[in-house]
Nanobody, 128 residues
Framework: QVQLVESGGDLVQAGGSLRLSCAAS????????IGWFRQVPGKEREGVSC????????YYSDSVKGRFTISRDTTKNTVYLQMNGLKPEDTAVYYC?????????????????????WGQGTQVTVSS
């Protein structure tokens, strides 16, 4: 039912910026947490940032705090990830993901196994 489509991945130089988009469809009247994971070959998929559709509560991993900003456009049903001050270690395939949550939830982390809905991924490459 739920579909997520990512876009915006590109090749950029260190220190540059990039904006990822996740277009969502098929949502019901439930509340969702929508966010981004990233994965490098040989490593576990890592939670990056997430936002709640109920109260816009946000979560950021320590590695991206102060550099990345997550937001959402309710009219377009799209979640954005603004990435500034990109570093080579940010290079990865970025996946949009979503899960149903309670109306009021604190997002303290991102467990990959708790997110049943996934996009196809978009490649972000940061050159050094």
């Amino acid at each position: 039912q739920v579909q997520l489509v990512e876009s915006g991945g590109d090749l950029v130089q260190a220190g540059g910026s990039l904006r990822l988009s996740c277009a969502a469809s098929g949502f019901t009247k439930d509340y969702y947490a929508i966010g981004w994971f990233r994965q490098v070959p040989g490593k576990e998929r890592e939670g990056v940032s997430c936002i709640s559709t109920s109260d816009s509560h946000t979560y950021y991993s320590d590695s991206v705090k102060g550099r990345f900003t997550i937001s959402r456009d309710t009219t377009k049903n799209t979640v954005y990830l603004q990435m500034n001050g990109l570093k080579p270690e940010d290079t990865a395939v970025y996946y949009c993901a979503a899960r149903i949550i309670l109306s009021k939830s604190v997002i303290a982390g991102m467990n990959r196994n708790s997110f049943p809905y996934w996009g196809q991924g978009t490649q972000v490459t940061v050159s050094s």
